[in-house]
C-alpha cells in the first residue's frame, strides 16, 4: 500500500517551484517547513522568517526515506 501510494504522488525534480504556505520553523537553525497537498514535508533553507506566509520555493533536492519523501529548498521569492 505504501509503494503504491508514493507511486502516485507527484513527480519533482530539482530547479522546479512551488508556491507554499510556510507553517512551521524546522529542525535546523532558520529552517521552515511546508507540507504538499500529499501531505510530503518540505523543509525549506533560511524560511523560518516566512513562517505563515506564502512563498514561491525552488526545489533543491530530494531525499526518499523508507517513512516517506522529504523535499529540500529555498525561497525564489515572497508570493502574493
Known sequence: VNDLANALKPVLIPGETLEVDVIKEGKEPNQGVAYLTDGT???????????????????????????????FGRVKREAN
Open 41 to 71: 514535508m518540505l523543509v525549506i533553507e533560511d524560511g523560518e522568517k516566512y513562517i505563515g506566509k506564502r512563498v514561491e520555493v525552488v526545489i533543491t533536492s530530494l531525499l526518499q526515506t523508507s517513512a516517506g519523501r522529504l523535499i
